[in-house]
């Protein structure tokens, strides 16, 4: 449940980026209520899922996902360029996601493949 959560957090990332671009430096009280939201909701998802997953691993995921979104969003919203050298360190950055996302599968099944069972007997009635 905690990716579901970190990729709610990531589009709330996405449309909070966008948004500010949209307020005028929150001049604007629709686009500035929108982001603010957006900023709120972003941030309450992306607590949830760190309750699992590692700070680290999380917070990478999201600013990487929200970047990514906000460079191919903004290119067909705001017409903002779009290059070669850009298009290579965004793949690069979605590998970088991928990969974390591996890892930490892998981390999370080998601790839970480690773990000590710990079963507790009863006490005998007297």
């Known amino acids: ?4 959560y970190l990729l709610i957090a990531s589009v709330f990332e996405v449309i909070f980026a966008l948004g500010t671009n949209a307020t005028d430096g929150f001049t604007k009280l629709v686009p500035s209520l ?9 941030i309450f998802f992306l607590s949830l899922a760190l309750k699992t997953l590692d700070v680290g691993v999380g917070y990478a995921i999201w600013t990487g996902i929200g970047s990514v979104g906000t460079v191919l969003l903004g290119t067909v919203i ?3 360029s779009l290059n070669l050298g850009k298009v290579i360190c965004f793949v690069a950055i979605l ?4 990969g974390l996302k591996l890892v930490d599968r892998g ?3 080998a601790e839970a ?3 000590p069972a710990t ?3 009863p006490e005998p009635v007297r």
């Open 1 to 4: 449940m905690a990716w579901i």
């Open 34 to 42: 929108i982001t603010a939201v957006a900023a709120g909701f972003g």
């Open 78 to 80: 705001f017409d903002e």
């Open 95 to 98: 590998g970088g996601i991928i």
């Open 107 to 109: 981390s999370a099944e």
């Open 113 to 115: 493949t480690t773990a």
């Open 119 to 121: 079963a507790t007997v």
